[in-house]
């Protein structure tokens, strides 16, 4: 019988998995995405391949909103520079994914320092807007500036390979794509165990109260935006290798929201709230699709409304958790372990 | 110098546009401290029920825009009530967020009900071409400039004159001041969205009756931001020259340098004020304390 979870030494409260329930949860967490790809059929993976992109941008989107407290609604256009970094090094000058990958996470993070520098002054409302503009002042530069992106025509990035092995369908990618899914995951939550990270978990906390105490907020907001910008980069640079294809419309505004409303709905200040966000998000609009097919013989008329139900359905879903449960999925999930520990004395 | 008075009566009607949708932003802002990221789906709706009302039902134009922004009101009541009440005393990500999910929401609904195609207008402000100083410009852009002047004029009296407006002003200056002086604060937050509703309605109104009731009218909602952050997020006057000033500058670089430079500018204007002066021209300056 427990009551809670209690820990007598520090090593034991600063190790990453607590408890053995932790422990066995995560064997079996990655023993399911050992497995997954050879069960799973081509459709699953690809949606398993967005899960993975997009949970590598929420955690990087987290650095910086959930731990940082820096509002970004400048998401979409920092996976743009991410994209077209890694797509025009790949397609113009031949470079290896990897290689032109790395570059796309430092663009990005070089841009994301850049358009953090407004943050010293501003806060809350007004960051919001600023990034907004980051937002639109990059994709106009996108779209506009022919000569080395081709503007609003798509940009066409050949398949990747490693080790003379061609990376072109969606089984392989996704080793490559969960892979780096695990790694930024991995330094993310070892981030927060380092001073730095607890600078910046001190500043979202009260950002007047962190420079008393000698947190340089400059240079410490400069480097929250410039590491969650390495992530969001490379988030860009997957989609670029993985679709094939580069083109301005999947870095819109949109975009910055959804990616927003995965880290809120996951849980703000939280790797796996990322994860849970990522997939949520990912996966609503596809059970909604299928749903819709599915009801397409009993009523025709379903078929026009689909792209407007998800509309209506990602507004209502934010609109629902900010209400009902502001902390998101994560708390959903902290709760039902929590009631299953305290069984059958739960109150 | 014809292209010049040509660039100044499009700037100017845009801007007229752009200070009505500032308005109700800046007056929800100023009473609740909540940034409306759905002001632009507030124009839409705006826009659509008059189509509805005109087009759809035939009402003669005078009733059908009475009842609109009856609509309007009735909204901007049911949103404050439902969405945004809940959120009082939440941290500014979650009222931001909110804001985001309900602009999705709204959005969502009036592409069902009406689709995604333009619709055309069947106008009812005359449009004729006038002529001045040599330059051809549309009735119906004029009556912008004057429907809009006349609404700000409105709304300053009804901030000095009437009751409910200076127990607004009371609420936005220190809330449990307001509270303890028998001021209902949730009626005036009602109040302030169904004002910043009804004003959106009408611009939706102008800009449909000028280009047509079509999705794309949603896209002023983010064109708001520069002109709020230039006249300052709290300032009535500054929504009004902030308008004014973003539609000239839209203007002018779209008609002398082009390359679509009008749709980005605004912007790169709004990083440069946030860093000069972050509260605006005529905001009001906070001083923060731990």
């Not at chain 1, 034991?12 to 069960?39: G, S, Y």
């Not at chain 1, 990897?98 to 809350?124: D, E, N, Q």
């Not at chain 1, 749903?291 to 879903?317: C, E, M, N, W, Y």
């Not at chain 2, 800046?26 to 009302?53: C, H, P, R, W």
Request: proline residues 4%; contains cysteine.
């Amino acid at each position: 019988m427990q009551s809670g979870i209690f820990h007598s030494t520090y090593q034991a409260d600063m190790a990453l998995r607590r408890t053995h329930a932790e422990k066995i949860r995560m064997v079996l967490f990655l023993l399911f995405m050992a497995a997954f790809p050879f069960v799973a059929d081509r459709y699953y993976l690809t949606l398993a391949n967005q899960v993975g992109i997009a949970t590598i941008g929420a955690i990087g989107l987290n650095i910086l909103t959930g731990y940082t407290g820096q509002i970004s609604l400048g998401q979409g256009g920092f996976m743009a520079v991410g994209a077209y970094t890694a797509g025009l090094l790949t397609a113009r000058l031949g470079m290896p994914w990897y290689v032109s990958t790395l570059a796309a996470c430092l663009a990005t993070a070089a841009i994301g320092a850049l358009f953090g520098i407004p943050s010293l002054r501003l806060k809350g409302l007004y960051l919001a807007i600023a990034t907004l503009a980051a937002q639109e002042i990059i994709l106009w530069v996108v779209t506009h500036w022919k000569t080395l992106t081709g503007g609003v025509d798509a940009l066409v990035v050949p398949n990747p390979t490693l080790f003379g092995l061609q990376i072109n369908t969606d089984f392989r990618f996704y080793w490559v794509i969960w892979l780096l899914a695990g790694v930024s995951a991995l330094t993310t939550v070892n981030l927060f165990r380092t001073h730095y990270g607890r600078a910046f978990i001190a500043i979202r906390d009260q950002d007047i109260a962190a420079e008393v105490m000698g947190i340089n907020l400059f240079r410490y907001k400069l480097l929250a935006f410039a590491i969650s910008s390495f992530w969001v980069g490379m988030a860009g640079a997957l989609t670029a290798h993985y679709r094939n294809i580069v083109t301005w419309e999947r870095f819109t505004v949109d975009i910055s929201v959804l990616y927003l409303a995965m880290v809120i709905i996951g849980g703000l200040g939280s790797v796996s709230g990322s994860f849970f966000g990522a997939a949520f998000m990912t996966l609503l609009p596809a059970f909604l699709t299928n749903l819709g097919r599915a009801l397409k013989s009993t009523f025709p008329f379903v078929d026009t409304i689909i792209p407007f139900v998800q509309q209506a359905v990602f507004g209502l879903v934010i609109i629902l958790f900010l209400i009902f449960e502001p902390e998101g999925l994560r708390k959903i999930w902290k709760d039902i372990k929590d009631y299953f520990r305290l069984w059958p004395f739960s109150y | 110098m014809d292209l010049f008075v040509q660039l100044t009566l499009t700037g100017l009607t845009n801007g007229a546009i752009l200070a009505l949708a500032a308005l109700g932003f800046v007056l929800i802002y100023k009473s609740s401290d909540i940034i409306n990221f759905a002001q632009g789906e507030f124009l839409l709706i705006g826009a659509y029920v008059t189509y509805a009302m005109i087009a759809q039902f035939g009402l003669p134009w005078s009733f059908g825009v009475l009842l609109t922004m009856g609509v309007a009101i009735v909204l901007g009541v049911v949103v404050e009530r439902l969405v945004l009440r809940p959120m009082i005393g939440e941290p500014i990500i979650s009222v931001i967020m909110v804001t985001i999910g309900l602009s999705s929401l709204l959005k969502a609904i009036v592409s069902t009900i009406w689709g995604n195609q333009p619709r055309s207008f069947p106008p009812f402000i005359p449009s004729r071409p006038i002529h001045i100083l040599g330059a051809t410009v549309g009735a119906d852009r004029l009556w912008a400039i004057v429907v809009a002047i006349v609404m700000l004029v409105l709304f300053n009296l009804f901030f000095r004159r009437s009751k409910v407006g200076i127990a607004m002003r009371a609420v936005a200056d220190d809330q449990q001041a307001a509270l303890s002086m028998g001021i209902s604060v949730k009626n005036i937050f009602a109040w302030a969205w169904s004002i910043a509703a009804m004003s959106a309605a009408v611009g939706g109104m102008l800009l449909a009756n000028i280009v047509g009731a079509g999705p794309e009218i949603g896209g002023f909602g983010l064109r708001v931001f520069p002109v709020v952050i230039l006249g300052g997020l709290d300032s009535i006057p500054g929504a009004m020259i902030g308008g004014v000033v973003i539609g000239l500058l839209e203007a002018y670089t779209g008609g002398y340098i082009g390359q679509g430079l009008n749709q980005v500018l605004p912007f790169v204007v709004l990083i440069i004020i946030l860093m000069v002066r972050p509260y605006g021209l005529f905001g009001q300056e906070i001083i923060e304390r731990v």
